[in-house]
């Protein structure tokens, strides 16, 4: 695999990260994070236990964790806006699916809060990603 990755233009640790069992690990746990958000919702666990103005600080929490698993398991710094969209349609979808059930509302800034999270995390992440490129491409050519 190494003569494969300079063939191709690619340094080891490259081919390495690609391939990492903790990224894997963070995709899929981001995934049931995501699955468990919305049974939560289903079975009425989540209504109403945080106080107003704090809501927005969960929203924003979950929304950043969920962002930074699903962005630790990229492998590269360039693509992060699709996952800031991917996140930003998924908080509409939440938002969404939170306005059929019982008990329960959607709100545009709870929206805005999901987006704030995920947006802080990952401008966060991909600073940290391309001091890491950065470094790999001086040490490892």
């Known amino acids: 695999m190494p003569q494969q990755a300079r063939i191709f ?14 990224r894997m690990f ?13 049974m939560a919702e289903l079975q009425g666990w989540t209504a109403h236990r945080v106080a107003a103005p704090w809501d927005k600080l969960v929203h924003a929490s ?6 930074g698993l699903l962005g630790w398991g990229m492998v590269t710094y360039h693509r992060f ?8 349609i998924l908080g509409m979808a939440h938002e969404g699916f939170q306005s059929y059930l ?7 800034w709870d929206w805005s ?5 995920s947006l802080m ?3 966060l992440l991909a600073l940290a990603k391309r001091k890491e490129d950065d ?3 001086r040490y490892y050519r």
Not at 113 to 117: E, H, I, K, Q, S
């Open 9 to 22: 233009g690619q340094s080891n640790m490259t081919m390495y990260k690609k391939f990492s069992c903790w």
């Open 26 to 38: 963070s995709l899929s746990f981001a995934l049931c994070l995501m699955a468990i958000l919305f």
């Open 62 to 67: 979950v929304y950043g964790l969920l962002s």
């Open 81 to 88: 806006w699709r996952l800031l969209v991917l996140m930003a």
């Open 102 to 108: 019982p008990g329960r509302t959607s709100s545009v």
């Open 113 to 117: 809060a999901d987006v704030g999270g």
């Open 121 to 123: 995390v990952l401008f």
């Open 135 to 137: 470094v790999e491409r």
